[in-house]
């Protein structure tokens, strides 16, 4: 089970390292790891993704709320839940397949965001699972490079 | 199908691994049962911590990476010591540590510790192994990460479970990592840039680090500091590289060495720094070198060229290999006057080499040593005074001199000089220490008496922490604090309590006639030197 763990943390150096030392130390699985600043300089927001089940992820919540750096931790649940991922993509598209990928790409609200003649890039923001599905629909196109960031969550 | 501890050792097999230095515990107990099957020495340390310098003065000499193996939790942190000191002199090592079971990681589990967290700072590499199946490629890695580039140790953590585990055995292929490809050949055109700052220098200066030896290119440097008459000057770790004697060496450079050195990095007006990191101790003042220094830096490990020193011409690659090929580009010397002129002030060095009120002259004892050893010696020096005295006092000829140049671990001669004597039997190996030191390691006279190693051991005893006493004397007003040893054993009834030979000698009268004592001896032979407590390091 996938859980979003949101986090206050001190914003001061070796932070990120103490809670990712952790996290490899107890052999927590992670899916995503997002460090932010926020609205008051002196606390970094961090979003986790992490999988286990109930018993894991409570062992991860008092562990993390161990460590000194950590302020407050909240696993959000899916439905008190706004949450996207941005996603660039740079796929294969001659002049024959280019108008074809762009109508596809639009029904996938993604936007062309670069264009050259053998490739096109796009920018989609999404929940997960749709950016997921719009990786498995390009991959026949020929994906050249992506680069996504983790899940950014908000408890709503 | 075999297990995960079998695979283990026919991994350690192929790879030619002859000796491991180690300290059993439960969660290495399936590897120490196949172990125990095969042609692979073992030698039974006293401490973890020694395992690992022992395995360290085993692969400086053997010119391959040592092996030691421990325990998990304490047995594995014991070692970090040693990792540290041999990542931080580039020394190849491969640690294999027991670990709790993978099914309780992380659950803090008797004798659990997150060993490749705990050492990442000090290891080039680690992996924690969860499938035997990996086993066959994590060792060949390994092997290949510690043992080429920049050397340093790998530490490998493999769960008790994992060494139980079956399964289907076959050797790894070729290693292909596709984030490290270290650079061998230097770059033709920087090869070029150096030949013509050589060729309009007027007073070349090589300085030589511990990088020589990792690319065995001392007979290299040799050829090229003989070829083109260039003065040389070493680090702590480059002592060595040219034998002591050498018309072009003017000794070692820093804190704590040669006046004359120091003056010849500040008077260059070309430095070519091979393989060394000219940390801190090694040049003082990085500021006040390079005002008309040009500084070429010749090392394999691209993160060390700028870092400390602001250099104009980088080359990165094998020190062996790049001397090569400058030396191939036929460079050209014409002025000669800078190296003749260093040649006689080398000449007119006084040594301070007379006869003390109390206690023997460590200075001139260790210089009187280097000499009566064979030419070939290898001299292991621990950290402190002694480490001062013997880098600037003894005379290296053909051999080695071992010492913890980088971290300045207290306790790493002893055990050097074991793996050291191990690693090349037929030679003479001596280890020097304090009083300090000697207890940090005086354990492993067990490991010597049990496995019959045969080295010299000189204790040098003022019954203080004798360089600590210096720094509190210079820099807090004589306010000595915490460096009084009194308590300290008879320490040749400790090593005749251990059944090994020694005396002790407190004049310079004694020692020609002690040294002979101790070297017509076959087997082991501790000698404590009595030093009076305020003779100084330099």
Redesign the interface.
Known sequence: MKHVLSALVNNSPGVTSRVSGLFRRRGYNIDSFIGSSTEDERFSRLTIVVRGDDVVIAQVRSQMEKLEDVIHIEDIKPEAMISKVLLFMKVKADINDRVGIIVVASACNAKVIEMSKDYLIFEALDTEERISEMIEIFKPYGIIELVKTGVVAMKR | MITGAEAIVRCLENEGVEIIFGYPGATIAPLYDKLSKSNIRHILVRHEQHAGHEASGYARIKKRPGVCMTTSGPGATNLITALATAYMDSVPLVAITGQVSSDL???DVFQEA?IT?AAEPFTKYSYLVKDAEDLPRVIKEAFHIAATGRPGPVLIDIPVNVQQQRIDFSYAGEVNLRGYKPTIKGHTGQIKRVCKAINSAEQPLICVGGGIFAADGQAELKRFADTLNIPVVSTMMGISALPSAHPLFMGMLGMHGKTIANQAITDSDLLIIIGARVSDRAVLFPAHVGKNTKIVHIDIDPAEIGKNLSTLIPVVGDAKEILIQILEAEPIRKSEGWTDSLKAKKEKLVLDYGPRETGINPKAFVNQLSRSLPDDHIYCADVGQNQIWSAANCEVRTGRFLTSGGMGTMGYSIPAAIGAKIADPDKTVVAVCGDGSFQMQMMELATISQHGVGIKIVVMKNNKLGLVKEIQKKSYKNNECAVDLTGSPDIVAIAKAYGIPGRRIDNMDEAEEAIAEMLSCQCVYLLECVVDENESSM
């Open positions: 990681l992380g659950r997150d967290g």
